[in-house]
């Protein structure tokens, strides 16, 4: 079974402060994703990295940066973390198929709270 | 961007009756794929019909796909009390990136 880990449940942190999601996934996937979760928006996609050192923008990559320095660990970085990005952050990894997105495996979600 | 967009939004039955979702979506797409949520965790992943497919089943689920009306079900039945979950479709537009939908809230009443 594919497994997905994150590194936190909850976390509360303070605005200005500098944040660190990891994530990890164990099935040497290719692909690795991260989200954050609103009501009434679902889910929007922040980053992804296909490959080691690789990343590129989501929709929504403002206010965040990412880090994929080994294939089985993404990182996701909140520079200055403000209250807007209160939100459930969601990591995901899939196999690369070419031109066709394959099912993604998601880890149980971080639930973030700025104050 | 949102492409899927679920109807309804939320859906309330008796168990064991049979739940409806929809799923429609704007662009043309390499598959769809269906995803469920139990509160306040990650997605599971339920089934992916690719485009050239009308339907396809996993045990109680059964999914069509309409690419014509760029639109696709998802069937639930006979439902138990551990289908209550939020309920997601997503399209693969191209490229290895899922774009997810608002999601439809199933509750089901013992």
């Known amino acids: 079974d594919v497994k997905v880990t994150q590194s936190s449940r909850y976390l509360v942190k303070r605005t200005g402060e500098k944040v660190f999601l990891e994530c990890v996934q164990d099935m040497d996937h290719e692909n690795m994703f991260w989200y954050r979760q609103d009501p009434g928006l679902g889910l929007r996609l922040i980053y992804f990295?296909?490959?080691?050192?690789?990343?590129e923008k989501g929709d929504i990559p403002e206010g965040y940066s990412v880090s994929r320095e080994k294939k089985e660990r993404f990182s996701l970085i909140l520079e200055s973390a403000s209250t807007n990005q209160t939100s459930m952050y969601l990591c995901?990894?899939?196999?690369?198929?070419?031109?066709?997105?394959?099912?993604?495996?998601f880890g149980p979600g971080t639930r973030l709270t700025v104050t | 961007s949102q492409q899927g967009e679920e109807d309804p939004q939320a859906l309330s039955i008796q168990e064991g009756e049979n739940a409806t979702m929809n799923c429609s979506y704007k662009?043309?797409?390499?598959?769809l794929q269906w995803y469920r949520q139990n509160s306040g965790r990650g997605l599971v992943h339920l089934i992916l019909i690719r485009s050239n497919e009308r339907e396809k089943h996993s045990g109680r689920l059964r999914v069509t796909l309409d690419t014509s009306k760029k639109s696709s079900s998802l069937l639930i039945t006979a439902s138990r009390a551990a289908d209550t979950a939020s309920y997601f479709c997503?399209?693969?537009?191209?490229?290895?990136?899922?774009?997810f939908g608002q999601g439809t809230r199933l509750t089901i009443n013992p």
């Open positions: 662009t043309s797409i390499n598959n």
């Open positions: 995901a990894s899939s196999l690369w198929t070419g031109v066709s997105g394959r099912e993604q495996y």
């Open positions: 997503a399209t693969v537009p191209g490229a290895q990136k899922l774009v």
């Open positions: 990295s296909y490959d080691v050192k690789m990343k």
